[in-house]
């Protein structure tokens, strides 16, 4: 079998690309169904990208590569296809956007999109014995129990990274850049809960609260919330990917307004009240129960000196922790490292030393941050390698 492109993987990025790389296209992938990360995502409506998206938004060795892809297939590109198939969508918070109705509405489109295109699309299809004979690729297909060789000049791997692994991911991406002599950015998993091996915090167990969450350097102001095994909640997951094992995250819990001045306040109007029940107005309970194992939050707000409240807003506003590690690629949302954008063109995303190979969404060393900026970069990059793959 003769082909033009053969695109592995029927995710966000591998059905983006598709849709634009034009006629003669297969798009391959193991799972029953295409677009299965898109279908769980946002919980269940898709947080399909982010009005605020700019290269700021991402992390990678290197910091510029992002700029070419999302500068030429923009945020408002896509709501306009989003608009053009007659989504609904609202913006939820801080610019995210999702759909009103099912996340299906988004695969529904790309499906549409790629039907337009013309291109094939195999489901429940093993990829093996790649190769590469200076002009043409060569790779098996097994398929329904019937093994296809297949010849294509251009190959596309769209294939994730390594989160989420009972949905069927692999590191099948970074296998074939290291085959084809790519180097790696050591993956791991982003976007994912912070564990602590004492259990500290499973009393707090559904607890959340706002807070400022901040790891090397970069901080993310939104709800943490304490799990039986550590720290989830967006501000956790943001600051996740920054975080390094075996270092500190530290925790603001009054991330908004002066909190020495409003307990200053209290105790002139409320000098009777417990400090904990006067604490109890700015945060969880359940919170200030387990801090007053640690802090002197004992007897009334009157008894306390500005000294003492100056002590115990530095805590409250400087909780340094260190986890002892993440909860993995069982949730992790996405994956950190992947393919060396040195290795890649920013305007194609093609490698830089095979001709007819290209790298596209996780599996390349770009990550967003929380809030449907992947998704932007999987559209993104779709489409600029599609694009250099029509015009060549």
Known sequence: MQIETLIIGAGAAGMMAAAHVGPDVLIVDHAKAPG??????????????????SPANFISQNKHFCK?????????DFIGLV????????????????????????????RAEMDRA???????????????????????????GRRTQVQ???????????????????????????QFGLPIAEPRPGLVPLTFSDNKFKPLAGTATPARVSANGTSFDE???????????????????YWQEGEAICINLAPTGDLMGQLQQHRKRDGRRAFTTILGQHLPNRLVDHLADELPLAGNIADQSD???????????NWTLTPSGSEGYRTAE??????????????????????????????????????????????????????????T
């Open 36 to 53: 299965e990360k898109i279908r769980i995502s946002g919980g269940g409506r898709c947080n399909f990208t982010n009005l605020h998206t």
């Open 68 to 76: 070419s892809a999302l500068g030429r297939y923009t945020q408002w």
């Open 83 to 110: 608009d053009q198939h007659k989504i609904p969508w609202h913006e939820k918070t801080l610019g995210q956007l999702f759909c009103d109705t099912s996340a299906r509405d988004i695969i529904a489109m790309l």
């Open 118 to 144: 013309g291109a094939q699309l195999w489901l429940q299809t093993d990829v093996s014995d790649i190769s590469h004979d200076g002009s043409h690729f060569h790779a098996t297909l097994m398929r329904e």
């Open 152 to 178: 294509m000049r251009n190959l596309v791997v769209a294939s994730g990274g390594k989160s989420i692994p009972k949905m069927g991911a692999t590191g099948l991406g970074y296998q074939i850049a290291q």
């Open 223 to 241: 709800a943490i919330l304490f799990t039986h095994r550590g720290l989830s909640g967006p501000a956790v997951l943001q600051a996740s990917s």
């Open 307 to 317: 000294d003492t409240l100056a002590a115990i807003c530095t805590a409250l506003t």
């Open 334 to 391: 996405v994956t950190l490292g992947g393919v060396d954008t040195d290795a890649l063109s920013s305007k194609t995303m093609a490698a830089k030393s095979v001709p007819g190979l290209y790298f596209i969404g996780e599996c390349v060393d770009v990550t967003g941050w929380l809030g449907g900026y992947n998704f932007q970069w999987a559209w993104s990059s779709g489409w600029a390698a599609g694009q250099a793959i029509r015009s």
